[in-house]
């Protein structure tokens, strides 16, 4: 059980260009989905939380008209990269909680989103 | 806000040998305390947590140790195998933060036949 699903898990594209990631709980709902990054050798760095029907709550120093993310289901997120540059390329992991927000509850995470932009 | 100090940030093991990866946490009010692995090229994966009421916890060759007073909290693996090797990380979350993970810096353990 408990098993969340990224999609696409490497996506190359050209500078310039939005792309978009899906995170989807496959067996629960998921009231409250996590968006992080990660570059090579560091720590998981959290981008945003998610919940479901709301508005996006975001981290210090991430720009949410980059990074536009919608929980529009309980069991669908995703995260759309808009007009990306190199700079934008990393390992973005979405994760999932269900019932969200609560301090003790397990979050599940996905396999990760490979971004390269040339 | 909280901040997670893990050690060391590389482990070396000899197959069959016990591993220990140690985190502390600021937030006295942190109250979950995950450790997850993650292989390389894939998402981080629970492997086991500790809530706050309980001191220690096992499953299999996997422990995790807490100790509230200290703020610390240990993972402890026996028996290893060279399909533990991975990256760990630890986690602290508490109550009135939404679910909020704070990661440790994570534990390369390379664990040798």
């Known amino acids: 059980g408990a098993v969340v699903s990224q999609h696409p898990s490497w996506v190359i594209c050209k500078s310039g260009t939005s792309v978009k990631i899906e995170c989807r709980s496959l067996d629960f709902q998921a009231t409250t989905m996590f968006w992080y990054r990660q570059f090579p050798k560091q720590s998981l760095m959290l981008m945003a939380t998610s919940n479901e029907g709301s508005k996006a709550t975001y981290e210090q120093g991430v720009e949410k008209d980059k990074f536009l993310i919608n929980h529009a289901s309980l069991t669908l997120s995703t995260l759309t990269v808009t007009s990306a540059h190199p700079e934008d390329s990393s390992f973005y992991i979405c994760?999932?909680?269900?019932?969200?927000?609560?301090?003790?509850?397990?979050?599940?995470f996905g396999d990760g989103t490979r971004l390269s932009i040339l | 806000g909280e901040n997670v100090e893990q050690h060391p940030s590389t482990l070396s093991v000899q197959e069959g040998d016990s591993a220990v990866i140690k985190c502390t946490y600021s937030d006295s009010a942190s109250n979950y305390f995950p450790w997850y692995k993650q292989e390389l090229g894939k998402g981080p994966q629970l492997i086991i947590d500790?809530?706050?009421?309980?001191g220690e916890k096992k499953d299999q060759r996997i422990a995790v140790t807490l100790n509230k007073t200290a703020k610390h909290f240990s993972l402890h693996i026996t028996e290893t195998q060279p399909e533990d090797s991975a990256v760990y990380f630890c986690a602290a979350s508490k109550h009135n933060q939404g679910g909020k993970l704070i990661f440790g810096q994570g534990t390369e353990l390379s664990v040798k036949p």
């Open positions: 994760s999932a909680s269900d019932p969200g927000g609560l301090a003790d509850q397990p979050q599940h």
């Open positions: 500790i809530r706050s009421n309980v």
